[in-house]
């Protein structure tokens, strides 16, 4: 395992529901990221956490909000959400933002009806 | 910004041939590039990096070059192994400050037995 654990591993929500996506890393790290990966596109950067302060903003919708209480936990609020947010929602963490090498959570596959 | 091309998209091969994978990338000031192997059910996993002051790097079966006159870096594995079946994707970045890893479409491998 790579250190990094996301809940739920799968979650199915309709369009008006509110719910909570959660990374927690257990390796020291002063970075946390949140990406989506859909199909047949790359990875996508949502959001860059650096102790615990957002440095990255990446034009998300306001739909998704980050929260980062502490450098071991981050969290993606998840509100009003349409059918083409359905995708896999991945967390990863490294040792602080100046360091490339990231490590990635398993992460959690997203469907919006 | 930096764009990250991967081919092929898919890439069958029988256990024991060798398997490339490409990548071009356009930001010639990008001097970080990893690649990640992704299994079904996990987030992606680094196998192996490279930083632009070596042209190439190698890992038991595993084996990353890198021309940055023509802006491409390849991933081969030799011998390959069922096991080796997983997506894969190249990435890059600058290796300085915060830079976001701008990530390949992906490579699904198939090694059949």
Known sequence: ?113 | GENVEQHPSTLSVQEGDSAVIKCTYSDSASNYFPWYKQELGKGPQLIIDIRSNVGEKKDQRIAVTLNKTAKHFSLHITETQPEDSAVYFCAASRDTGFQKLVFGTGTRLLVSP
């Open chain 1, 1 to 113: 395992e790579t250190g990094v654990t996301q809940t739920p591993r799968h979650l199915v929500m309709g369009m008006t529901n509110k719910k909570s996506l959660k990374c927690e890393q257990h390796l020291g790290h002063n970075a946390m990221y949140w990406y989506k990966q859909s199909a047949k596109k790359p990875l996508e950067l949502m959001f860059v956490y650096s102790l615990e302060e957002r440095v990255e903003n990446n034009s998300v919708p306001s739909r998704f909000s980050p929260e980062c209480p502490n450098s071991s936990h981050l969290f993606l609020h998840l509100h009003t959400l349409q059918p083409e947010d359905s995708a896999l929602y991945l967390c990863a963490s490294s040792q602080d933002v100046g360091k490339k090498t990231q490590y990635f959570g398993p992460g959690t596959r997203l469907l919006v009806l």
